[in-house]
């Protein structure tokens, strides 16, 4: 029986207008204009969070270099999520769910910025833990997100969580945490390309009741 949700928040609960190619193909050029990254890295393999990971590991990056680097995704996070409306279906979910289950958000956004946008669309109320990417040491994914959720809960078994994300990194830090993973909306092709196992797909927030 599942008695803890994990939830991705952009286009999962939120539909955000984050512009995440651009995000993206911005993030590669910094890191090739300072030398940290080639040019010709595959960008479709790689989301924002993946070419930021490979940076870090390139161990090129100084500090000072990283912060102005977080600062790219950060900009488009805060104008992307300004009026960002909930996802068809989200409140009725998480009324439905407040008493029953456990529910946490893991999120690659800032802490900020994430924390502004769930209380403009009041339901940050309904989660016991929001895990930032400067809440962990790695982000999605990496599965250091998920098992600080799990820390923070002791008295639930790992199995008796359940995730939901709409990107194949979502699904891959789950799984990387032994959590069970559902597949919001999510494109398949990514999923089977990168490996990536659900126990299901749904299109609609009120079809994860199927799985509880």
């Not at 909930?86 to 009725?92: D, H, I, N, T």
């Not at 979910?93 to 994430?114: K, P």
């Amino acid at each position: 029986m599942v008695k803890g949700i994990i939830f991705d928040m952009d286009n999962t609960l939120l539909r955000s207008t984050i512009d995440f190619a651009s995000m993206k193909r911005d993030t590669h050029r910094f890191l090739v204009s300072h030398g940290v990254l080639e040019e010709s890295v595959e960008l479709q393999a790689h989301t924002t969070s993946t070419l930021i990971e490979t940076a870090v590991q390139s161990g090129r990056m100084t500090d000072e270099l990283l912060d102005k680097l977080w600062a790219i995704p950060k900009r488009y996070e805060v104008a992307g999520m300004q009026d960002a409306d909930l996802e068809p279906g989200a409140r009725e979910l998480l009324a439905d769910l407040e008493g029953r289950c456990r529910l946490a958000i893991v999120t690659n956004n800032a802490v900020e910025a994430a924390e502004e946008a769930l209380r403009t669309n009041r339901i940050r109320s309904h989660f016991d833990c929001l895990v930032g990417r400067e809440t962990t040491g790695a982000i999605k994914p990496a599965p250091d997100g998920f098992l600080h959720v799990l820390r923070r809960a002791p008295q639930l078994r790992t199995e008796e969580w359940l995730s939901v994300g709409d990107a194949w990194i979502d699904g891959l830090a789950s799984s990387r945490a032994g959590i069970a993973f559902v597949a919001y909306q999510c494109d398949r092709a990514g999923l089977e390309r990168h490996g990536v196992a659900s126990i299901g797909a749904i299109e609609h927030l009120q079809e994860l009741k199927h799985y509880l």
